[in-house]
């Protein structure tokens, strides 16, 4: 598995040995390079802005805004791209909240999301052919209409702690296996 977090990777397969899916096991310890992505959600404190995705991958589901980072882009880059294009909004302090890696039964490449928060932005959310936004309040986060692991790290994001999670879906949607972790995620270099 190659990924930015593949030593952390490498350490959960070894500590949840017992436990961990084959499929997730052979999907990332498999010979494709994760598919990099990018998730931006704009907590201004009380209240998250998401998007009713209205086409492809996930459609239906409300999300923050994001997509697949390009060649040539950081992943940074990427963030900032797809608010712009999804959204219509630029953020002013943007940071890194956390990384999720995903596995499926039906697809052997690992996709790898960087999820990112930010407080602050210009513009004003608009409508796209691809994302309708809409504000939440914390407690009224739409978890039936999102993707099944949300509403395992969204305590995390909404509590800004760094979290790092790997999950394993069965059929592309039905969550089977997870475990995440809060806070930096520190490997030892004999860990890797
Ligand atoms: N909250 C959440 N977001 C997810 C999950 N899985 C997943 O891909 N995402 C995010 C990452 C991306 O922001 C988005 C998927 O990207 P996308 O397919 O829309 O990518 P794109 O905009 O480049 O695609 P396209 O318009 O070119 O088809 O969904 C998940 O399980 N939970």
Not at 51 to 76: D, H, I, L, S
Request: glycine residues 8%.
């Amino acid at each position: 598995m190659l990924g930015l977090r593949a030593p952390w990777v490498s350490s959960v397969l070894r500590r949840h040995a017992a436990v961990v899916p084959d499929f997730v096991r052979t999907t990332l310890e498999g010979p494709q390079p994760n598919k990099l992505l990018t998730l931006v959600i704009i907590n201004d404190g009380s209240r998250v802005l998401l998007g009713r995705k209205k086409r492809g991958f996930g459609e239906g589901y409300y999300n923050g805004f994001g997509g697949k980072v390009e060649a040539g882009e950081t992943v940074r880059q990427a963030a900032e791209r797809e608010l712009l294009e999804e959204a219509c909004i630029t953020a002013e302090d943007m940071t890194e909240a956390g990384v999720l890696v995903f596995t499926f039964d039906d697809n052997p490449q690992p996709w790898e999301v960087h999820v990112f928060s930010a407080s602050r932005f210009r513009g004003e959310p608009t409508e796209t052919d691809e994302m309708a936004p809409v504000w939440f309040n914390h407690m009224e986060v739409p978890f039936n209409q999102m993707w099944a692991d949300d509403v395992h790290w969204y305590p995390a994001f909404l509590q800004q702690k760094y979290f790092c999670g790997v999950f394993g879906f069965r059929e592309t949607t039905k969550l089977v296996w997870h475990t995440l972790e809060e806070g930096e995620v520190q490997v030892a270099p004999e860990m890797a």
